[in-house]
């Protein structure tokens, strides 16, 4: 059983940054972020391959970068410009494939709060 840690939430004014950080307690395929805001449904955020191709949601392109140290088994989320609508609980998922066999894992999640 693959555990993750989440780190990094926190409450920040309008226009300031965050960085995320997901720490996996073993290798992974690919990783992603996805948050949940009160109310509303679960929604991708940023993803990342195991050989560091990404994708994005467009509310977040050019604002966030999602990035890896395979090393360290370990998925950060840079949050910059950060917006009231981007306040949500936010969640590490790590989808691992072995011997023909797709696990799907998900992190505690952390908090996120843009206010000033």
């Known amino acids: 059983q693959v555990q993750l840690v989440e780190s990094g939430g926190g409450l920040v004014q309008p226009g300031g940054s965050l960085r995320l950080s997901c720490a996996a307690s073993?290798?992974?395929?690919?990783m992603g972020w996805y948050r949940q805001a009160p109310g509303k449904q679960r929604e991708l955020v940023a993803v990342?391959?195991?050989?560091?191709?990404?994708n994005y949601a467009d509310s977040v392109k050019g604002r966030f970068t999602i990035s890896r140290d395979n090393a360290k088994n370990t998925m950060y989320l840079q949050m910059n410009s950060l917006k009231p609508e981007d306040t949500a609980i936010y969640y590490c998922?790590?989808?691992?494939?072995?011997?023909?066999?797709?696990?799907?894992?998900w992190g505690q999640g952390t908090q996120v709060t843009i206010s000033s």
């Open positions: 990342i391959a195991s050989s560091g191709g990404t």
């Open positions: 998922k790590a989808v691992r494939l072995r011997n023909g066999a797709l696990s799907t894992y």
């Open positions: 073993e290798s992974i395929d690919a």
